[in-house]
């Protein structure tokens, strides 16, 4: 047998790794210089960029003068000790924003050095090679701003954010940000990179009122700063980007995965090795041990919101010691009122704790916010705009505006009740929806599902509108939280928070307008000048949704009042209303609204979504707590204002025929036409150019719920009501494939 003849001389194996060695090396020596040109060309663009912007804001003869305004000795430092007010909107007090009380100022020598190390590395890895402003770091932001069609990543460093702290200087112009620019450049020519990081790590704000380093250490670890291990540091450096976001105290998943974040830079820059990261990433605990800092303030959750906002516009050290007096949109009546409703109703210490929120659709103004945890005060997080939960069927409201913004008419279009099994196809876990007491009506409505608060038909719904519909119209009418384009968000699988939920009813309450939540209405800076720059106080509106969806949807909803889930809720008077209530009664909610005020209510343990299956003996549910506190709040709030009727719109909704799909019963009419509806006494009735479709045949007779096939507008209930039927929380969404 003759042998195999000898590999190619140079070949072989052996060969054909050094060929892939050249290769790679070739290849890698073509990627540096493509991202060196890259990184010129990008320095050039901006340089470019800042030198024609100067010139376009400036003009060409006054370049000069912008030079010589350019002088760290022309700006006036804040004073230390000079407190910012907070008001109420009728001028009371609400309390003073902490100063040097709550920050102790230290060398960056008795500054752990992972602190230094763990702050530079996400806040500007470039800080000691660039000369104050981060020419290429603007470039790749603006880059990635432009690519993405919004700002997702900035371009200030180090001693910029320093400046913008450090000064009163907030024009919202062009020329402010090239100022700090040149204010950046001449600080740190004047002081020592050293200098500069000790002086921003003493200013930066860290969360739950701790400004500073040293008071962070203290706040959130009970040590000193020189005693911050590299855990510990990189905790803490993550959190001035988003203080209440990453709050490690109240969001501790948040914070966790923002620390990982940061030290994964300390380890892509060469500041820590790959085993140091990977055991300090394996550290789960954060071992929080909270001190006790500072001192209680007035109205502390509406008083935190206010504080973030005016942060985020002014710098943590202009707000902590710039002598501003804010005035706000809360109406110290109505705080008191939210408060009495929640302790009338929960009063008992190991109760779960509830949040109310109010708005005025008219401008978005805040009016309340407040909640109470049974057993605590003083408590910081703000429950109302931070804290994000599944609102559960209050949810099914923006799936009704979705349908109804689709042409479908919610008392022509019928679904069947009953067990729902959607799998689409045998490799996708099945998902199967249930009505809480396992009773069901056959062929219903739309508009009476919705009062019987109907999972399974809701489902189907929203499966026909289409999940990416829904969430359209949600975002639309205000939710601002990332929402699961899943079947399931229509029976609220999603976690929003109260504030985002009382503002997409507040849209529906002002006919399909949406206005902006505003808490501010106006900022006197120290010299006594009204900050008229940043537009406190002037509502930011603009129409989502037509005013015929709007009242449609509505009108549903006042029903639900009257005759469903939510007559708990009823105080006398015009009201729509949504219950929702979580699988297992983790949470439980009520949001709903008169022409002039809306208000959400959520009750439910802060500390995780434990059950609420036995307070005060019952389980709780969104037409029982909520609902309650609801109404006693409203009761109080609209007082001595006139009862009004909802608006007849000026775009009524023209019915179309609504593509239901494989879900749509037997029943729906071919085709519909809407006609005006007409008032009598309160009873309001609609005709149509078409038959109305035929009766549904009755619930089965086991079944105790109660059926609206054609709703009326009936009469307000005389007491004593019956009590409100359970809400019926969904089921949890389909496990993922």
Known sequence: MTPPPPPPRGRGRRGDDELEDLLRLRRRRRDRVKGKRKRRTAVLLAVLLIVVLAVIASGVGAVAKFRSDCDLKELKAVQIGENSFVYAANGSLLGAIPAERNRTPVALWRVSPWMSKATIAIEDHRFYEHGGVDYEGIARAAIKDLSAGHVVQGGSTITQQLVRNLYISKERTLKRKLKEACLAIRLSRARSKDWILGQYMNQVYYGNHAYGIEAAAETYF???????????SALLAGLPQAPSVYDPI????????????????MR???DISEARYLHAVSQKNLKLKPGKLYTRIREPYFFSYVRDQLIDEYGANTVRSGGLRVYTTINPRLQVAARKAITDTLYLRDDPAAAVVSINPATGAIRAMTAVTPGKTGNQFNLVAQARRQPGSTFKTFVLAAAVNEGMNPDSTYYTSAPFHYQPDPYTPAWDVQTYDHSYSGSISVHSATLASDNTV???????????????MAHKLGIRSHLDVVPAMGLGADAISPLEEASAYATLAAGGIYSKPMAIRKVVLANGKEDTDAGWGKPQRNRVISDGVAYEVTKILEDNVLGGTGVGAYFGRPAAGKTGTTDNHADAWFSGYVPQLETTVWVGYPQGEIPMLSVHGIAVAGGTFPATIWKLFMETAMDKSPALNWAYPRDPVVWQPFDQGQYGSSFRPTTTSYAPSTTTSGQTTTSSTTAPPPPPPPPPADTTRTVITTPPRPPPPVEPRPPPPVEPPPPPPPPSP
Do not use: C, F, N
């Open 268 to 270: 892509d820059y060469g």
């Open 458 to 472: 809701y489902a189907q719904l929203t499966l026909d509108v289409g999940p990416d519909k829904v969430a359209e």
């Open 222 to 232: 009970s040590k000193d700063a020189r005693d911050l291990t590299l855990v510990e």
């Open 250 to 265: 109240h969001r501790p998943a948040a914070a966790r995965d923002r620390r990982d974040q940061v030290l994964r830079a």
